[in-house]
């Protein structure tokens, strides 16, 4: 049975921009028997998920079939063709988008110019993501730029699972206290300034407490607290070369510590100084220069 051709677009009423991330537009579309595009080339990066049917997509010297479930990312500038099944032509959602950021989102989610495809399976939300965006851009509100933007940050998060449930496992940089180290340190360097807890860290972790502590510890030579309250002092420290406006109860609270006097406290283990005797000696330092 001949199925019904249909083809829809909806673009960025707000056009093109510069920035990191810009999507231009989406559509979907079931296409003819042997529907063809190309070989072209475009200046944008194009990613499709195929819905029902086949066809073959040839870019650069890659040459795949694909079929329901299968997501393909055309890169801009490289030439690509492709073409539907003759018996059971594609159905397909598409987006389109640019920036600065974009070649790091599309590596993120787990493509490559080399593998430039993944396979989610049955999986609903990547073609789901895909009609969000077109149907935010065809609402044509004045929010449908953002909506665009958060719903295909969701569409790469939905590719970046299936492509790390259908490819093999990447190595773990280093040994495993190094990759343990690692996202300890992540943690800490952006929540320092929240109230956060070790406990509530090892959990967001999955870890137990006392194995993350001993593990980190063998690593980085102190506890994760210890380490915590190290990144707190360091940045105060920094804010009391900055901010020279800021009080010592403005700093300590901006970096974490509730308490002020502990803040000293603590800056004087780390520093053999309080927080006002160094900035002093700051102050003191550029004016003799």
């Not at 495809?117 to 851009?137: K, M, V």
Request: aromatic share 12%.
């Amino acid at each position: 049975m001949t199925k019904q051709a249909t083809y829809r677009v909806a673009s960025n009423s707000s056009g093109f921009r510069k920035g990191e991330l810009n999507v231009l537009f989406a559509g979907e579309s079931q296409t003819n028997s042997l529907h063809r595009i190309g070989p072209k080339v475009v200046d944008y990066y194009l990613l499709h998920h195929v819905l029902s049917g086949r066809g073959l997509f040839r870019m650069g010297d890659i040459e795949l079939n694909l079929g329901e479930g299968d997501s393909f990312l055309i890169y801009p500038g490289t030439l690509f063709h492709y073409v539907s099944d003759e018996n059971n032509p594609w159905k397909y959602r598409w987006v389109a988008f640019s920036g600065s950021a974009a070649a790091a989102l599309v590596k993120e989610a787990g493509f490559e110019p080399e593998r430039p495809y993944t396979h989610t399976g049955g999986d609903s939300a990547p073609g789901e993501r895909c009609r969000a965006i077109f149907e935010a851009f065809r609402g044509r509100s004045g929010s449908a730029a953002l909506a665009a933007s958060g719903h295909f940050h969701l569409l790469l998060a939905s590719l970046r699972e299936a492509s790390e449930d259908s490819a093999p496992a990447a190595p773990r940089p280093g040994t495993h206290s190094e990759e343990l180290a690692r996202q300890v340190i992540g943690y800490l360097s952006t929540q320092y300034a929240e109230p956060i807890t070790i406990e509530g860290m090892a959990e967001t972790l999955g870890y137990n407490r006392a194995y993350l502590s001993r593990i980190f510890k063998q690593h980085a030579g102190m506890s994760p607290a210890t380490f915590l309250t190290k990144l707190r002092v360091d940045h105060g420290r920094r804010l009391l070369r900055e901010r020279p406006e800021l009080t010592v109860e403005q700093i300590a609270s901006s970096v974490g510590f509730q308490d002020a006097l502990y803040f000293s406290k603590q800056f004087r283990r780390w520093y053999a100084q309080s927080p006002t005797e160094y900035r002093t000696a700051v102050d003191d330092s550029l004016k003799t220069k």
